[in-house]
């Protein structure tokens, strides 16, 4: 993880707790079903941000080690989950975690992998991994199928300050194969999807961070053209963003 990779959230904390979306619970069946993942085992959410993804084990009766080297995301997933037996935050990176080698049943990067340095993080998985540790890499990535998807992306690549530089989709199957490399890797991917009205499309744009925030120049032409697209789609005050939630599967 670069040092900007790092920081860039900071200021989008709360955006990205009420507005991000979630992950569908069947990913946890399916890793239970297909790779023995099992409430025995110890989980390392890598990357962990506020703890989208670890609430996902957590709910499921699992523990789980959530790393993050954003103090103030951090500091947020301990606000929402520390309440939960299994939870335990550190900060750490992806190429630093601070994990014991050996230690690690499954690791799991939710929207976070093309943070990455994938050479030394691949290093590291392996490190703190078991010998039959799985790595479980999962993005939401946002569909640009209808008319108001593809030009919400359209507002995104036209406001965004280096969306198309960052975004996770550069990230292609023979980079991931390269990642698991010897081994293979499966994907399986599941429906998701958003419900927003005018608010919550605000918040779902404001928690991306390299969409311009309030005190910054552009933010004024951003949320009018946003206006405008919301008028134009919303039926009944309302607007659906669907994912397909993507699964890469494998051993290192």
Request: proline fraction near 4%.
């Amino acid at each position: 993880m670069t040092n900007n990779s790092t920081t860039r959230f900071s200021n989008r904390v709360d955006d990205y707790v009420k507005y991000r979306p979630h992950y569908p619970k069947t990913i946890v069946e399916f890793l239970e079903d297909d790779y023995e993942l099992s409430t025995d085992k110890l989980i390392a959410d890598i990357g962990a941000g506020t703890g989208i993804s670890t609430a996902l084990f957590l709910d499921a009766g699992y523990k789980v080690i959530a790393i993050e080297p954003n103090q103030e995301m951090r500091a947020k997933s301990v606000e929402l989950l520390g309440n939960y037996p299994g939870f335990k935050a550190m900060n750490g990176t992806a190429e630093n975690t601070g994990l014991e080698s050996g230690s690690i049943d499954f690791i799991i990067a939710g929207q976070a992998f093309h943070w990455f340095d994938r050479e030394k993080s691949r290093a590291e998985f392996k490190r703190v991994l078991t010998p039959d540790g799985i790595v479980a890499l999962i993005w939401n990535e946002r569909k640009t199928s209808s008319d108001f998807e593809i030009e919400y992306d359209q507002l995104i690549i036209k406001h965004g300050n280096d969306y198309v530089k960052v975004d996770h989709r550069n990230i292609n199957n023979e980079q991931i194969g390269a990642f698991f490399a010897p081994e293979t890797f499966r994907l399986n991917v599941f429906p998701n999807k958003q419900v927003f009205d005018f608010e919550g499309l605000t918040g779902r744009l404001l928690s991306s961070s390299y969409m311009p925030t309030c005190d910054e120049a552009g933010y004024e032409p951003m949320m009018n053209d946003l206006e405008i697209l919301f008028a134009r789609y919303q039926q009944e005050g309302f607007i659906t963003i669907n994912y397909d939630t993507k699964v890469y599967v494998g051993k290192l």
